[in-house]
């Protein structure tokens, strides 16, 4: 039995942290106002924020924590997990030590049904992650949210962002109304490529399909694993369509989508690949090895194999290089950098998982 | 010595019309008269590289269609005691429950008659259609006092997950007469390929189909089906063999986290999947390195879990090389005679 | 191994819960219908703060799809990821044989035994009219 107390918990002192995965959140929905028209405001108090979803207010699957959050994140005065920043500096940035952290914003936007109210919503969303947090906190980043359902809108709200410092990726949901491949998207990805911005790629999103080829789950516990496969079929999809043949210098970070299947997908895909690839004839080396390239992965939640050390199985098969740390505060299923590996790990192993992996991607000077 | 035991081959329709003489007089005219033909799935089109192999391909016949080929090429070729028929067609998919019922009990008639007859060394597994549970259970009942049926046969794809009370007719079935149910890859259709829609590739579907297995899995374990029906296996039949390690570590991990959704769960995933869950084992999907495979077996934790078998016609691998290196002869013995007479009690009568 | 005054019995009634600190190591002290208990306020998973966490009921099933409730107030929820805890044991509840918060014996004592020694009173003021909580480390 492994015990905390006799762990070293000096682990990652001096590290300098890069957490690739932080979620702030609105003390209230009114946050964004500021931000959207007349128009938008009596649109959405009237007919609500149109999805996928069989709620007029929630997402499906009922999680099992209030906001998905850990119940010690809760600031005091009762405002959302995440939402204060004073809260967040003393929960996360300053007790971990943590030099840069990207926030994903996962509230409803990029995926609404109604393109024009999605392209309004991310963009308030951009500004008020300006206003409310990477201009009061320099340690933070944002991530360009865009209503990625609609290539056009998002190109113009990449070009309105990618010159301030405060962006330093393109945020993507891991669920979409076509897999992320299919050319309707490439104008985002020509985009990123070409300003060199990576595309944060966060597990999530309900986009109108089954969780599965067999249908609905009936339970929080399916889903939780089911959105992983979401990811899979983004990582599938990019490769397959020859995303990274046509955009080589594109880098995907895929996020909180768990990552002991990369490499077994890259090997059933080399494996059929290679019986099928007149299917894909514009594929020019097997699908692993644009995945090596291309992809990269967020360790939160961490994987915990049975046996503990068979986790640098994994890394090694995936790649040292490939794998960024995340915290994924204030969310339950939380990774605290003292402790969530559930195997050792060398001096220099650290230093490439908890920041210098992720300082080869993003721009954070 | 003839002795290994194949757990999944594929013999084919040629075309519904073989399997007329097997229908009742309604719907052996209404094939006819409706010039209705063509059932081949969508997750083997006959000419995809999948569906057969290039040296068992016989030009103007679709795959798996020659019993003579598959005696010299499955059984002989890789000396089958045993080897169990997964007829893939069209009734198992059909929208109309009738239509459904009528293919696949006209499909284990002609497998009975015309395959199981032929050769002492062929098995085979019901077809039922899952659109329809009444009436798979009915079907069930109808085949199993033939004991050269060794299992049920159910696609991965379905209209809903296999825990949902809706399938319990065909659990229930399987359980009163002792018989595995196998789940085999293979989509309805009913609900999109992934979570994100539809693909553009054939080989997108077939990759993503491993997935199917580890959903249904969760729901068999999640809606308590394992404890319903105690004595039920289940066999993943070319599923896909190496995402099993990292599915159980996320599955124990969901669990240990939020398994007071579904109390009744009580022990870990892994515990369930371990005892209930059998796999044929192409494909495999891993590279050529027996360092690398014997690591993905040590993470399986179980010798008996893996079934042996060639996916005839389906291509799977090269020549001989049915089994990827770095499986120890032991393991050997165990996916190919051991755990396939203990997963399926009819071969074992057989012998007896 | 000594004993540590931590609180005066009042502060923690039953079903209430307070973190201590014994030879610099937290310590959830929860009182269950008079019983003391106390758990190493880190989970032995990542280290979340057991005393933070949610103070619940143990969830049962007969059958599947049946939810039977039983224990209130003896199981305890990290605040993370939501690992269950048996207060009274530290026991988990997923894999009871293997993972468990490690538990120290707790006590309650009258003040005027305290006075007497030997225990550790660090910065409790002990009166001899009142009950104490002591933790054996």
Same mark, same amino acid.
């Not at chain 1, 309707?184 to 020509?190: A, Q, R, S």
């Not at chain 1, 043949?245 to 895909?269: A, H, N, Y």
């Not at chain 2, 404890?227 to 896909?240: D, N, T």
């Given at each position: 039995?492994?015990?905390?107390?006799?762990?070293?918990?000096?682990?990652?002192?001096?590290?300098?942290?890069?957490?690739?995965?932080?979620?702030?959140?609105?003390?209230?929905?009114?946050?964004?106002?500021?931000?959207?028209?007349?128009?938008?405001?009596?649109?959405?108090?009237?007919?609500?924020?149109?999805?996928?979803?069989? #709620?007029?207010?929630?997402?499906?699957?009922?999680?099992?924590?209030?906001?998905?959050?850990?119940?010690?994140?809760?600031?005091?005065?009762?405002?959302?997990?995440?939402?204060?920043?004073?809260?967040?500096?003393?929960?996360?940035?300053?007790?971990?030590?943590?030099?840069?952290?990207?926030?994903?914003?996962?509230?409803?936007?990029?995926?609404?049904?109604?393109?024009?109210?999605?392209?309004?919503?991310?963009?308030?969303?951009?500004?008020?992650?300006?206003?409310?947090?990477?201009?009061?906190?320099?340690?933070?980043?944002?991530?360009?949210?865009?209503?990625?359902? &609609?290539?056009?809108?998002?190109?113009?709200?990449?070009? @309105?962002?990618?010159?301030?410092?405060?962006?330093?990726?393109?945020?993507?949901?891991?669920?979409?109304?076509?897999?992320?491949?299919?050319? @309707?998207?490439?104008?985002?990805?020509?985009?990123?490529?070409?300003?060199?911005?990576?595309?944060?790629?966060?597990?999530?999103?309900?986009?109108?399909?089954?969780?599965?080829?067999?249908?609905?789950?009936?339970?929080?516990?399916?889903?939780?694993?089911?959105?992983?496969?979401?990811?899979?079929?983004?990582?599938?999809?990019?490769?397959?369509?020859?995303?990274?043949?046509?955009?080589?210098?594109?880098?995907?970070?895929?996020?909180?989508?768990?990552?002991?299947?990369?490499?077994?997908?890259?090997?059933?895909?080399?494996?059929?690949?290679?019986?099928?690839?007149?299917?894909?004839?514009?594929?020019?080396?097997?699908?692993?090895? #644009?995945?090596?390239?291309?992809?990269?992965?967020?360790?939160?939640?961490?994987?915990?194999?049975?046996?503990?050390?068979?986790?640098?199985?994994?890394?090694?098969?995936?790649?040292?290089?490939?794998?960024?740390?995340?915290?994924?505060?204030?969310?339950?299923?939380?990774?605290?950098?003292?402790?969530?590996?559930?195997?050792?790990?060398?001096?220099?192993? @650290?230093?490439?998982?908890?920041?210098?992996?992720?300082?080869?991607?993003? /721009?954070?000077? | 010595?003839?002795?290994?035991?194949?757990?999944?081959?594929?013999?084919?329709?040629?075309?519904? /019309?073989?399997?007329?003489?097997?229908? *009742?007089?309604?719907?052996?005219?209404?094939?006819?008269?409706?010039?209705?033909?063509?059932? *081949?799935?969508?997750?083997?089109?006959?000419?995809?590289?999948?569906?057969?192999?290039?040296?068992? !391909?016989?030009?103007?016949?679709?795959?798996?269609?020659?019993?003579?080929?598959?005696?010299?090429?499955?059984?002989?070729?890789?000396?089958?005691?045993?080897?169990?028929?997964?007829?893939?067609?069209?009734?198992?998919?059909?929208?109309?429950?009738?239509?459904?019922?009528?293919?696949?009990?006209?499909?284990? &008639?002609?497998?009975?008659?015309?395959?199981?007859?032929? &050769?002492?060394?062929?098995?085979?597994?019901?077809?039922?259609?899952?659109?329809?549970?009444?009436?798979?259970?009915?079907?069930?009942?109808?085949?199993?006092? *033939?004991?050269?049926?060794?299992?049920?046969?159910?696609?991965?794809?379905?209209?809903?997950? #296999?825990? @949902?009370?809706?399938?319990?007719?065909?659990?229930?079935?399987?359980?009163?007469?002792?018989?595995?149910?196998?789940?085999?890859?293979?989509?309805?259709? !009913?609900?999109?390929?992934?979570?994100?829609?539809?693909?553009?590739?054939?080989?997108?579907?077939?990759?993503?189909?491993?997935?199917?297995?580890?959903?249904?899995?969760?729901?068999?374990?999640?809606?308590?089906?394992?404890?319903?029906?105690?004595?039920?296996?289940?066999?993943?039949?070319?599923?896909?063999?190496?995402?099993?390690?990292?599915?159980?570590?996320?599955?124990?991990?969901?669990?240990?986290?939020?398994?007071?959704?579904?109390?009744?769960?009580?022990?870990?995933?892994?515990?369930?999947?371990?005892?209930?869950?059998?796999?044929?084992?192409?494909?495999?999907?891993?590279?050529?390195?027996?360092?690398?495979?014997?690591?993905?077996?040590?993470?399986?934790?179980?010798?008996?879990?893996?079934?042996?078998?060639?996916?005839?016609?389906?291509?799977?691998?090269?020549?001989?090389?049915?089994?990827?290196?770095?499986?120890?002869?032991?393991?050997?013995?165990?996916?190919?005679?051991?755990?396939?007479?203990?997963?399926?009690?009819?071969?074992?009568?057989?012998?007896? | 191994?000594?004993?540590?005054?931590?609180?005066?019995?009042?502060?923690?009634?039953?079903?209430?819960?307070?973190?201590?600190?014994?030879?610099? !190591?937290?310590?959830?002290?929860?009182?269950?219908?008079?019983?003391?208990?106390?758990?190493?306020?880190?989970?032995?998973?990542?280290?979340?703060?057991?005393?933070?966490?949610?103070?619940?009921?143990?969830?049962?099933?007969?059958?599947?799809?049946?939810?039977?409730?039983? !224990?209130?107030?003896?199981?305890?929820?990290?605040?993370?990821?939501?690992?269950?805890?048996?207060?009274?044991?530290?026991?988990?509840?997923?894999?009871?044989?293997?993972?468990?918060?490690?538990?120290?014996?707790?006590?309650?004592?009258?003040?005027? *035994?305290?006075?007497?020694?030997?225990?550790?009173?660090?910065?409790?003021?002990?009166?001899?009219?009142?009950?104490?909580?002591?933790?054996?480390?």
């Amino acid at each position: 039995m492994s015990e905390v107390l006799e762990r070293p918990t000096d682990a990652t002192a001096k590290l300098r942290i890069i957490d690739s995965d932080i979620h702030p959140s609105l003390r209230a929905e009114s946050d964004l106002n500021p931000w959207l028209s007349e128009r938008w405001k009596k649109h959405i108090a009237e007919y609500g924020k149109l999805g996928h979803q069989p #709620y007029a207010g929630r997402n499906t699957y009922p999680r099992f924590m209030p906001n998905t959050a850990r119940r010690d994140a809760w600031p005091p005065g009762g405002a959302p997990p995440g939402s204060n920043l004073d809260f967040m500096r003393a929960q996360l940035l300053d007790l971990y030590d943590i030099e840069h952290g990207i926030l994903e914003p996962l509230f409803p936007g990029n995926l609404l049904r109604n393109l024009e109210l999605s392209a309004a919503v991310c963009s308030a969303i951009n500004d008020w992650q300006v206003a409310a947090f990477t201009s009061q906190e320099k340690r933070l980043r944002a991530s360009i949210q865009i209503p990625f359902e &609609d290539a056009r809108a998002s190109v113009a709200e990449i070009e @309105k962002r990618v010159r301030q410092r405060d962006f330093a990726q393109v945020q993507l949901t891991s669920r979409s109304t076509e897999p992320l491949g299919r050319p @309707k998207y490439w104008p985002i990805f020509e985009a990123a490529a070409h300003h060199n911005l990576p595309i944060g790629l966060h597990i999530g999103g309900e986009a109108g399909f089954a969780p599965s080829a067999s249908g609905w789950p009936s339970f929080y516990v399916e889903d939780h694993h089911g959105l992983t496969h979401s990811m899979q079929c983004q990582a599938t999809s990019l490769v397959l369509e020859g995303v990274f043949e046509r955009f080589p210098t594109l880098k995907v970070i895929m996020i909180e989508g768990g990552w002991s299947w990369l490499p077994i997908l890259g090997w059933r895909l080399d494996a059929h690949w290679r019986k099928m690839q007149s299917e894909v004839p514009h594929l020019k080396m097997p699908p692993s090895a #644009y995945m090596k390239r291309n992809l990269w992965v967020s360790t939160q939640p961490m994987e915990e194999p049975e046996r503990p050390e068979d986790l640098r199985r994994t890394i090694d098969w995936i790649g040292w290089d490939r794998i960024l740390f995340a915290t994924d505060y204030p969310h339950w299923d939380f990774d605290d950098p003292r402790h969530a590996f559930p195997c050792a790990l060398t001096e220099a192993e @650290k230093r490439m998982i908890f920041r210098s992996n992720a300082e080869a991607i993003y /721009k954070l000077d | 010595m003839a002795e290994t035991i194949d757990c999944d081959i594929h013999p084919g329709v040629p075309t519904v /019309k073989v399997l007329l003489p097997y229908m *009742d007089a309604y719907w052996a005219d209404a094939f006819v008269q409706r010039g209705m033909d063509g059932f *081949d799935l969508a997750s083997y089109p006959p000419g995809s590289p999948i569906a057969c192999r290039p040296d068992w !391909r016989r030009a103007g016949q679709k795959p798996g269609t020659d019993l003579a080929q598959l005696q010299s090429a499955a059984l002989d070729a890789f000396g089958a005691r045993f080897a169990i028929c997964n007829p893939l067609y069209g009734g198992t998919v059909a929208v109309s429950e009738t239509m459904g019922a009528a293919i696949c009990s006209a499909l284990n &008639d002609w497998i009975a008659a015309e395959w199981l007859n032929a &050769d002492p060394r062929l098995r085979a597994s019901i077809v039922v259609p899952a659109q329809a549970p009444h009436l798979a259970a009915e079907e069930i009942d109808r085949k199993a006092p *033939d004991r050269r049926f060794v299992q049920v046969l159910l696609p991965a794809g379905a209209e809903m997950l #296999y825990g @949902k009370s809706y399938y319990w007719p065909i659990f229930e079935a399987a359980q009163r007469h002792g018989l595995p149910v196998g789940i085999h890859a293979g989509l309805m259709y !009913r609900h999109a390929p992934t979570s994100n829609g539809w693909p553009s590739f054939h080989l997108h579907d077939y990759v993503a189909g491993a997935q199917v297995f580890e959903d249904q899995l969760l729901s068999l374990i999640s809606e308590g089906t394992f404890l319903r029906y105690p004595g039920l296996r289940i066999v993943l039949l070319e599923s896909g063999v190496t995402w099993l390690p990292g599915f159980i570590w996320r599955a124990i991990k969901t669990w240990r986290g939020v398994r007071a959704e579904v109390p009744w769960v009580k022990r870990s995933p892994a515990a369930y999947i371990r005892e209930h869950v059998r796999l044929t084992m192409q494909p495999f999907d891993a590279p050529d390195d027996p360092a690398i495979v014997a690591q993905l077996l040590e993470e399986i934790g179980s010798d008996e879990m893996l079934l042996y078998a060639t996916d005839w016609p389906h291509w799977q691998f090269e020549g001989e090389r049915a089994v990827p290196p770095g499986f120890s002869p032991a393991l050997l013995r165990r996916i190919t005679v051991d755990n396939p007479l203990a997963t399926y009690p009819r071969l074992q009568e057989s012998i007896a | 191994m000594s004993r540590h005054v931590v609180a005066a019995a009042a502060e923690v009634p039953p079903g209430g819960r307070k973190l201590v600190m014994v030879r610099g !190591r937290p310590i959830a002290v929860c009182n269950l219908g008079g019983a003391f208990f106390g758990l190493l306020n880190r989970c032995p998973h990542q280290g979340g703060s057991l005393c933070e966490g949610l103070v619940t009921h143990a969830v049962t099933a007969d059958r599947p799809g049946e939810y039977r409730m039983s !224990r209130q107030g003896e199981i305890i929820r990290c605040p993370w990821h939501g690992w269950e805890f048996d207060i009274r044991t530290g026991q988990s509840w997923c894999e009871p044989d293997r993972i468990a918060a490690r538990q120290y014996p707790v006590s309650v004592a009258p003040g005027a *035994d305290l006075v007497k020694g030997p225990y550790v009173a660090e910065t409790i003021p002990v009166s001899v009219e009142a009950d104490y909580i002591v933790v054996e480390m």
